[in-house]
């Protein structure tokens, strides 16, 4: 069965740091992995999606990394901005878009 | 309305009561889901529609009862809830269910039941 763990759960850093949160999955036959952004209360917004034939997705200051091998995907957040504050999420498409999600990294970038 | 909307957005219930989520989606996709979210536990999704056909539902309880009467609606009708089902329940949509498609996701609906 397909487990996700984010590491860390939260994370609070001050405006203007690079951040990374990290995503890793049991089973290494996946579809895609996709990165969501959600605030308190909010559905969810797509942020990156990397199909599993490739190795890393950019977005502005976002950039998503995928080792498939190892079951491993990082988010990279450039430049944090206090609006960058939310829960961020990651699921992996395990086919027949049956995501599996993660629990979450809930972040908090101060000014 | 763009993209996948969600009514209502808010929803307290009492467990003898009969109510329904509505979601509608505008990018012309033809797959839709249904998502509970409860706190501190990941996403979990409860039914998968394509075509307005139900092909997955993923053991969840009779009390829950999803409805899609078109490619482009899809309803979830709630009876003799519990307090255990209060929870975000999200909408999410597909161009379909090939596995490159991208989900889009509904805003949620925040249901307590008392």
């Known amino acids: 069965k397909q487990e996700v763990t984010q590491i860390p759960a939260a994370l609070s850093v001050p405006e203007g740091e690079n951040l990374v949160l990290n995503c890793s999955f049991t089973?290494?036959?996946?579809?895609?992995l996709q990165w969501f952004r959600q605030d308190p209360g909010k559905g969810l917004t797509s942020l990156l999606l990397?199909?599993?034939?490739?190795r890393e997705q950019t977005s502005g200051r976002l950039n998503a990394s995928l080792d498939k091998s190892s079951g491993r995907s990082t988010l990279y957040i450039a430049a944090s901005q206090p609006g960058d504050s939310a829960t961020y999420l990651c699921?992996?498409?395990?086919?027949?878009?049956?995501?599996?999600f993660g629990t979450g990294t809930r972040l908090l970038v101060s000014p | 309305e763009t993209g996948v909307t969600q009514t209502p957005r808010h929803l307290v219930m009492g467990m003898t009561n009969k109510k329904s989520l509505k979601c509608e989606q505008h990018?012309?996709?033809?797959?839709m889901y249904w998502y509970k979210q409860s706190a501190k536990k990941p996403l979990e999704l409860m039914f998968v529609?394509?075509?307005?056909?139900?092909?997955e539902n993923n053991s969840v309880p009779s009390r829950f009862s999803p409805e899609c009467p078109n490619s482009s609606h899809l309803f979830l009708h709630l009876h003799t809830l519990q307090p255990e089902d209060s929870a975000l329940y999200l909408c999410?949509?597909?161009?379909?269910?090939?596995?490159?498609?991208?989900?889009?996701f509904g805003p949620g609906t925040r249901l307590t039941v008392l």
């Open positions: 999410a949509s597909s161009q379909d269910r090939a596995s490159i498609s991208e989900q889009f």
């Open positions: 089973d290494s036959a996946i579809y895609n």
């Open positions: 990397i199909q599993s034939s490739q």
């Open positions: 699921a992996v498409n395990t086919g027949f878009q049956k995501l599996v």
């Open positions: 990018l012309g996709h033809n797959a």
């Open positions: 529609y394509s075509l307005e056909e139900r092909v």
